[in-house]
Every structure is written in C-alpha cells, then in structure tokens.
T-cell receptor
Framework: DAKTTQPPSMDCAEGRAANLPCNHSTISGNEYVYWYRQIHSQGPQYIIHGLKNNETNEMASLIITEDRKSSTLILPHATLRDTAVYYCIVVPGGTSYGKLTFGQGTILTVHP | DAMVIQNPRYQVTQFGKPVTLSCSQTLNHNVMYWYQQKSSQAPKLLFHYYDKDFNNEADTPDNFQSRRPNTSFCFLDIRSPGLGDAAMYLC???????????????FGPGTRLTVL
C-alpha cells in the first residue's frame, strides 16, 4: 500500500479555512485517498474520499493533484469542534471491503 | 440511530487475567474490525471478520483472539494481558462492496483497557 506523509501538527483560527496537506507520491492507479479524523477520546470518523477528481461533501472538500501524488483536505470554516487528529489514508481499490492502515496523522488545533 | 456500541468504556484487569471486550452494531454490516490504539499512536488493525470468515493480521500476537457469534456481535479476548496491552481498543464495521462505500468504516467509542 502507498505510504502517506502528513505534517505532525497545524493550527487554524476559528472561522478560517483549514488546509491539511498529504503527500502520497507512490500511489498507484487504483488506490483511493481517504480522510478520517479522530477527536480526542472518540473513535475515528470518516470524512471524505476520492480517486482522481476533487470531491466535496457537507464536512469538507478534497483536492487531489493531477498527478495524484498529493492531496489537500479543506475544512472551509473551521470550528473549535474540528480540533482533532486528521488521517490521510491510501486504500487499494478492487477489493470487496476495506482495510485501513493509519499513519501518524496531523494534529489540527483550532484556536478561538 | 444505527451505531456501533462498545462495552464497557473502561476496563481494568490484572496482569495475566483473561479479559473480554465486546462490540455490537445495529448497522447490519458484514465486516467487523478490531483495532488497538496505544497512547499517542495511530490505530492498528488486529483482525477482522468478513461475515464469519476470520482474518488475522500477520503481526497480531497469539494472545489476542476474537469471536463473532452473529452479525451483530463481536468479542475481543485477551488471554493473558500484559502491561504492554494497555490501550484503547476500537471496534469498527463496514459494508461490503456493492452495498455502500465499503471503505467507510464506522467506529465505536472504544474501550480503554488498563492492566495492573
């Protein structure tokens, strides 16, 4: 599975956009990029995923570069409740169910 | 609401004393997972069930076993807990291909295990 690299920590002001980068330079053609987050003392929570195209849902947007070697998760208006560890995970396609290999993630702290 | 439930939320056991953690789900998902998360580390997959088929990760110690008596319930048994097994244990579920986003896993709140 492709390995991901994320900055260990980031800060963001409340109400501003949080842009979390992820490098996955060894990603292969059928592998998806998934983002999860884990708020303190809770289980991880799915946010969004993509293959090639940019994606948006009610939680976030995912921007994937054209060469697919990196991506950015965007929380458009960060709130204090978005303080969490954010995991970028590359998941192989073509399987009947998923297995997640978590890296160290990015600790996002949203300040008032 | 459909959900993944883990009981208890906090479990204390003694060194070497067997302990069982439980997980139940109302999502009717085919796949159930157990993860171990040690302090300040990322979750690490121990094993998973696809229906009744058990799949162990290569580096999961033999001390860890699992049972899935039916679709709704899954148990994690630690036969002889050591101090190094103190961790948060997370249960998750997912649908299989064709029934939804099969890489979207739904996690329970976890059970924090303390070994004295």
């Amino acid at each position: 599975d492709a390995k991901t690299t994320q900055p260990p920590s980031m800060d963001c002001a409340e109400g501003r956009a949080a842009n979390l980068p992820c490098n996955h330079s060894t990603i292969s053609g059928n592998e998806y990029v998934y983002w999860y987050r884990q708020i303190h003392s809770q289980g991880p929570q799915y946010i969004i995923h993509g293959l090639k195209n940019n994606e948006t849902n009610e939680m976030a947007s995912l921007i994937i570069t054209e060469d697919r070697k990196s991506s950015t998760l965007i929380l458009p208006h960060a709130t204090l409740r978005d303080t969490a560890v954010y995991y970028c995970i590359v998941v192989p396609g073509g399987t009947s169910y998923g297995k997640l290999t978590f890296g160290q993630g990015t600790i996002l702290t949203v300040h008032p | 609401d459909a959900m993944v439930i883990q009981n208890p939320r906090y479990q204390v056991t003694q060194f070497g004393k067997p302990v069982t953690l439980s997980c139940s789900q109302t999502l009717n998902h085919n796949v159930m997972y157990w993860y171990q998360q040690k302090s300040s580390q990322a979750p690490k997959l121990l094993f998973h069930y696809y229906d009744k088929d058990f799949n162990n990760e290569a580096d999961t110690p033999d001390n860890f076993q699992s049972r899935r008596p039916n679709t709704s319930f899954c148990f994690l048994d630690i036969r002889s807990p050591g101090l190094g097994d103190a961790a948060m244990y997370l249960c998750a579920t997912s649908p299989h291909q064709g029934t939804g986003n099969y890489n979207e896993q739904f996690f329970g709140p976890g059970t924090r295990l303390t070994v004295l």
